[in-house]
C-alpha cells in the first residue's frame, strides 16, 4: 500500500479574518499554513500532539510566503503541505497554496523547523523521535515553485513602534504566537499604502521568544517603496536588546480597490 504524503487542507477565508478590502489577512494565511502543518504531521505520528507525551515540541526556525494573489472573502482555497527533507536537528516543509476546484494557484510556502525539548530547550535529534517516523514521508521529488527560505539579514534600523505582548496574542506554547509578529509588522503600514500595494515576498527569520507582558520594538527600515526590513527586539534588564525575529517584506503596487 502507498503512503500518502502531503495533505490537503481545505480552507476558507472567513470574513471575520478577512482585511478592508475583503481579502484574507496574512496572519490568518499563515495560521492556516501552520495548521495544515500540524494536521500533516499528526496523522503521521511525529506532530505535536505525540511530542508532547515525550516532552518534544516543534519550533518554527524560518518561513517564506510567496504570493501572486490572496483568498477573498468566502472563497474556498486548499493548503497542501508535505516535508521536503529532515536533517538531525532541522526539516524543511513547504505548501502550495490554491483555489479549492484547483483553477487558481494563489502561493506557495517553504519553511524549517527544529525539535526540541520542552523541559531544557535544547535541539533534539528528529530523526530518532518514534523510530524515525518521519523518514516514511519526506517528498523531495515534490516541486515547490518558490525562491528558496533564506537566514533574513537586515540593514542597521534606528526607527521603532512598540506594542506589548498581551492576551490576544499569547498562543498554547505560553510564548506570543509566531504569526502575531507579523500581524503586528503589518499593523505598521498605512491603509493607504495597503491599498496601493499587495505582499508578494515575505520572510522570517525566527531567533526568540516573546512573553505575556514584554514590551516589543519594532524596527523598520524602507529601502525603496516596495521592499522594506523588520527587526523585532526586547528588552532584558542588563543585557540590553535581545532579538526576537526578522523580517523583509516585498510588496508590487496594484490599483486601488474602488
Not at 529601502?223 to 542588563?238: C, E, G, P, V
Request: aromatic residues 12%; proline residues 2%.
Amino acid at each position: 500500500m502507498s503512503i500518502e504524503k502531503t495533505t490537503k487542507y481545505l480552507c476558507k477565508a472567513d470574513a471575520f479574518h478577512c482585511d478592508f478590502q475583503h481579502q484574507l489577512c496574512l496572519g490568518h494565511l499563515g495560521n492556516s499554513m501552520l495548521n495544515a502543518a500540524d494536521i500533516h504531521s499528526t496523522q503521521r505520528n511525529f506532530g505535536m500532539t505525540y511530542l508532547n507525551t515525550i516532552n518534544k515540541t516543534w519550533v518554527l526556525s524560518r518561513l517564506a510566503i510567496e504570493l501572486d494573489d490572496i483568498p477573498k472573502e468566502h472563497d474556498d482555497f486548499i493548503i497542501e503541505t508535505w516535508v521536503e527533507n529532515a536533517m538531525k536537528y532541522f526539516t524543511r516543509r513547504n505548501w502550495d497554496i490554491y483555489s479549492s476546484d484547483g483553477s487558481r494557484i494563489y502561493g506557495h510556502g517553504k519553511s524549517i523547523w527544529a525539535m526540541i525539548d520542552t523541559v531544557t530547550r535544547e535541539p533534539q535529534n528528529i530523526l530518532a523521535v518514534n523510530e524515525g517516523r518521519i523518514n516514511d514521508y519526506i517528498y523531495p521529488e515534490k516541486v515547490c515553485n518558490m525562491k528558496d527560505v533564506s537566514r533574513v539579514t537586515t540593514p542597521s534600523m534606528t526607527e521603532f513602534t512598540e506594542f506589548r505582548v498581551c492576551y490576544s496574542d499569547i498562543d498554547v506554547n505560553g510564548h506570543c504566537n509566531s504569526m502575531k509578529y507579523i500581524d503586528h509588522v503589518m499593523n505598521t503600514f498605512s491603509r493607504e499604502y495597503l491599498t496601493t500595494h499587495q505582499i508578494q515576498r515575505l520572510e522570517i527569520a525566527y531567533v526568540a521568544e516573546g512573553y505575556w507582558g514584554d514590551t516589543i520594538r519594532i524596527y523598520h527600515l524602507s529601502q525603496d517603496d516596495t521592499q522594506h526590513f523588520f527587526r523585532l527586539t526586547k528588552n532584558i534588564d542588563s543585557k540590553g536588546e535581545i532579538e526576537l525575529c526578522r523580517l523583509k517584506l516585498h510588496f508590487r503596487e496594484v490599483a486601488a480597490n474602488k
